[in-house]
């Protein structure tokens, strides 16, 4: 959910121009050579057709729409703590992301209040869907806590073989995962997790896989395809406590809660539901159609329009 200025030489021009526009007017000189010149309006009908200034225009009028609306529930004392945080987190790569990032301490800050902003529209947007309604439907499809034994491995011809091993008679799970699994951060625990239905660190095949075993139950082996992040994995499932379920969903409440906040915090939908939204209500209107196309992306989806004729001053 997190957004970025756009950064990079052709971005910076952009706002060059744009802040001379405003200052100077069209006609104000940008540079000057022996029998031509550049001048501010020239700027902006070159540049305005560049990705990465429609990008930051558009980033420009959320910060100011966000800014306006929520601009009072984020005080400076919550940017500095999430400086703070990432200062820690960055330790002595603090000022090399800045370089990367091509913002200064004073624009990471702005870029941290940005996110804050529309942090706070998300949340008061999923406050008022998280009804009692919304909490039996999640609770409908939630299963709760399992704990497990899990081994995972590289190979389906290596998995088929762990897999004869644990269900041997007398096998001892928890060792043949110590001795076998390739997950470092389980495997010295003889692969034990918990977790439940919302869990996101547990691929979603195996969560499914243990919800159908009973206790000391063993799986088969369970293919997790490959993704964009991992390669292919083969896992197999013990599952030694299953947590009773019941019918009551105010017992999970703040669990569901979890899950609900979590789901729509990554719908990418939902958040631009949010913006436009937002948008819509400042009355927006963009009088450039050269940045048309990219308001609307957000804008046509609830019916807003943009209008006005091209005007490039």
């Known amino acids: 959910m997190k957004k970025k200025f756009v950064a ?3 971005t910076l021009l952009s706002v060059v ?11 104000k000189d940008i540079v000057t050579m022996k029998g031509d010149t550049i001048t501010v309006g020239d700027f902006y009908d070159e540049i305005k057709h560049n990705q990465g200034a429609q990008q930051y225009l558009f980033q420009m009028t959320i910060n100011k729409v966000f800014e306006k609306e929520y601009g009072s529930k984020v005080s400076d004392k919550d940017v500095e703590k999430k400086v703070d945080e990432q200062k820690k987190q960055l330790g002595e790569a603090f000022n090399s992301y800045l370089t990367q990032q091509g913002l200064t301490e004073e624009t990471n800050k702005q870029q941290i209040r940005s996110n804050l902003l529309l942090e706070y529209a998300v949340d008061q947007a999923i406050s008022k869907e998280l009804t009692d309604e919304a909490y039996k439907k999640a609770f409908e499809s939630y299963t709760p806590e399992i704990t497990a034994n899990v081994i995972k491995l590289d190979s389906e011809e290596k998995a088929n073989e762990v897999l004869a091993s644990v269900k041997a008679e007398g096998a001892d799970f928890a060792q043949i995962a110590k001795e076998n699994s390739t997950d470092a ?33 063993i799986s088969d082996v369970v293919i997790v395809p490959a993704s964009q992040n991992n390669a292919g994995s083969y896992y197999i499932v013990k599952v030694t406590k299953k947590e009773e379920k019941g019918s009551d969903w105010k017992k999970y409440e703040k669990r569901l809660k979890e899950i609900l906040t979590a789901n729509r915090k990554n719908d990418a939908n939902f958040i631009r539901s949010i913006i436009a939204k937002a948008m819509t209500n400042a009355n927006i209107k963009v009088k450039d159609d050269a940045f048309k196309a990219t308001f609307n992306q957000y804008m046509q989806n609830i019916g807003a329009t943009t209008e006005g004729s091209s005007s490039s001053k």
């Not at 121009?17 to 006609?27: E, P, V």
């Not at 625990?189 to 095949?205: A, H, L, N, Q, Y």
């Open 185 to 217: 951060s389980t495997k010295d625990k003889g692969g034990e997790i918990k977790f439940d239905s919302g869990t996101t660190t547990v691929p979603t095949r195996v969560k499914e896989a243990a919800s159908k075993l009973d206790v000391n139950g």
């Open 8 to 10: 990079g030489a052709v």
């Open 17 to 27: 121009a744009l802040a001379a526009c405003a200052k100077g007017g069209s006609d």
